[in-house]
């Protein structure tokens, strides 16, 4: 089976600019999951959604960021205006979501973001 | 919220045992999970174990928990310089996990 699609795997950016993350989860996975991975820390949860409605975004710095789960397939997860403490790896999950099985998360390869 | 707690280096021996530990918060958690990261790749389910067990094992690894003291350890066996990686507790409910800093093996040869 294929694994969870990120794109692009690398990005740099000037702060004040925007910028797009793409992720394509695993086909029939219907919860998705945005993390951010600062350097040295562990993945921090940004946004959860079950099919297309969101689940959690209590840690989504919403002035700044936001993210779409549009079908409820395919999301995207924008930043503007970027700052320097956004520079991290952007982490995409999914999992089945089916109750009473375990919630495994499949993660995707990350998007490495720099803003200078 | 829940705060998870681990020692962010190990160093072992090739051949050697690794122990990683953890600590958390949360005694709710019903779910607890052992991930590794491989330099420019994402995360990997290890192992987990259910809230309600002491221990499980899984070929080279061993999962103990101690629910009354909140602290979770991952055993390696026969640790292997494929297993130079960093590993992460993430205790969580079914359906959110929250991560630990990870703790960096390095296996020497």
């Known amino acids: 089976e294929a694994g969870v699609a990120q794109s692009p795997r690398y990005k740099i950016i000037e702060k004040r600019q925007s910028v797009a993350f793409w992720c394509n989860p695993i086909?029939?996975?219907?919860?998705l999951y945005w993390y951010q991975q600062i350097l040295g820390q562990g993945p921090k949860l940004l946004i959860q959604f079950q099919n297309n409605g969101v689940v959690d975004d209590s840690q989504l710095p919403k002035d700044r960021f936001s993210a779409e789960r549009l079908k409820g397939v395919d999301s995207t997860l924008k930043i503007q205006p970027a700052k320097l403490e956004d520079s991290a790896v952007y982490l995409c999950?999914?999992?089945?979501?089916?109750?009473?099985?375990?919630?495994?998360?499949?993660f995707g390869p990350g998007t490495r973001l720099t803003v200078t | 919220g829940e705060d998870v707690e681990q020692s962010l280096f190990l160093s072992v021996r090739e051949g050697d045992s690794s122990v990683i530990n953890c600590t958390y918060t949360d005694s709710s958690s019903t779910y607890l999970y052992w991930y590794k990261q491989e330099p420019g790749a994402g995360l990997q389910l290890l192992t987990y174990?259910?809230?309600?067990?002491d221990m499980k094992q899984d070929q080279r690894l061993t999962v103990l928990l101690n629910k009354k003291d909140k602290h979770l350890s991952l055993r390696i066996a026969d640790t292997q310089t494929g297993d130079s990686a960093i590993y992460f507790c993430?205790?969580?409910?079914?359906?959110?996990?929250?991560f630990g800093s990870g703790t960096q093996l390095t296996v020497l040869p």
């Open positions: 086909s029939g996975h219907a919860t």
């Open positions: 174990i259910f809230s309600n067990m």
């Open positions: 993430a205790p969580g409910s079914a359906r959110q996990l929250t």
């Open positions: 999950a999914s999992s089945t979501g089916l109750a009473g099985l375990i919630y495994e998360q499949y």
